[in-house]
């Protein structure tokens, strides 16, 4: 998971150019302009990298976006209450491509007339296949281990599929679509300085939290879906439970969960929730939560929290998924280190120590 995350700023830098390539390719295979509704489809990493983007799709693009898991999505759709299909832009997510309710979801909605953009790394896969246009999310190299650099991959094509798409309808003009590209490829720098950091800070907050029955990480907006994600790598990696809750939600429900030292990390990047952010970090702080704050470097000082993860670099909030997710990789494979536990095996008795690496 460490080769991973440092990994992450060079994946930008190299995928960036040819995944914006397939997505500008769109177009002639997919009727972009006519679209103004999209329907983000996917289970695990991809349902919570389709959360991440919903604003995105809502901002950059400028049509209505609906994150769908893909249970809901194959088994309670009413179609007869959706837009023509004609006009619905289904992206179903999948980093293998096998996920059997995502592809399920692209046959679905290829039987009802819709249209479906595949965002996968499985070329030739059953969803690639499936669907009506790919863009291939491939990385080298692929590891057996929780997600880290396909989260990314997932969250670059989606956000690039949101440019193409807000160019495509005239919601961008071609300046602003290009300047909003350059925006993502100059986000490699802040990944690179960010996981410089956090690599050296996350073993000291994993040492001081090992204890630690649960975690919670909260977010909202784009930050809910890192929030899930973060939570989920926890759990995959760690065995720890870990839930993942928006701000105002745990405001109603979790604050009320014990024990009262519970470690709770808080994202806030800047834009609309940063100051609610920062806000729920203090209420928890006076329960006696051990907090930490997921924040800008620049604004970290007198936060008053219990510790502190500095996020590097400039963002507008869309593309804060990018940024905001990087501790949680790093934290999950040292806490694994010190629970002696490996991915994904929660309950087996040959785990070993070390191995998380």
């Known amino acids: 998971m460490l080769r991973q995350v440092s990994r992450l700023a060079d994946d930008l830098r190299a995928h960036t150019g040819s995944f914006d390539e397939q997505v500008r390719a769109l177009p002639g295979t997919v009727g972009l302009a006519d679209i103004d509704s999209v329907v983000v489809v996917g289970d695990g990493d991809s349902d919570h990298a389709a959360r991440a983007v919903e604003m995105a799709f809502r901002s950059v693009a400028g049509v209505d976006c609906r994150p769908v898991s893909a249970l809901p999505f194959t088994h309670y759709r009413q179609p007869s209450a959706l837009p023509p299909p004609a006009r619905v832009l289904t992206i179903a997510v999948s980093a293998s491509g096998r996920t059997p309710l995502v592809i399920r979801a692209a046959e679905q909605t290829r039987a009802a007339g819709g249209v479906t953009v595949a965002l996968t790394g499985g070329a030739g896969s059953p969803l690639a296949r499936t669907a009506d246009a790919t863009v291939l999310l491939a990385l080298p190299d692929r590891e057996p281990s929780p997600g880290v650099r396909t989260y990314q991959a997932s969250l670059l094509g989606a956000l690039l599929l949101a440019t193409a798409l807000g160019q495509g309808r005239g919601h961008l003009d ?24 956090l690599v050296v800070r996350t073993p000291r907050i994993a040492d001081r939290i090992a204890d630690a029955p649960a975690l919670a990480v909260l977010g909202s907006g784009p930050s809910h879906g890192t929030a899930l994600y973060s939570a989920a790598k926890v759990i995959e990696t760690a065995a720890v439970l870990a839930i993942g809750q928006d701000l105002e939600e745990w405001c109603h429900v979790e ?43 620049d604004r970290l000082d007198g936060s008053g929290t219990w510790a502190t993860l500095p996020v590097h670099g400039q963002v507008r909030e869309e593309f804060s998924p990018l940024l905001y997710h990087l501790f949680a990789a790093p934290l999950a494979c040292h806490l694994a280190q010190l629970l002696d536990r490996i991915p994904f095996a929660a309950g087996r008795p040959d785990t070993t120590r070390g191995t998380a690496s």
């Not at 990047?269 to 952010?277: N, T």
């Not at 051990?290 to 470097?297: I, K, S, T």
């Open 255 to 297: 604050r009320f969960a014990g024990p009262a030292d519970l470690p709770t990390f808080v994202l806030a990047p800047p834009g609309r929730c940063s100051d609610h952010a920062r806000g729920v970090a203090r209420r928890a702080t006076e329960l006696g939560r051990r907090v930490v704050a997921v924040a800008p470097a």
């Open 174 to 197: 071609r300046t602003d679509a290009d300047t909003v590209r350059g925006e993502l490829g100059a986000l490699a720098d802040a990944v690179e300085a960010t996981v410089d950091d």
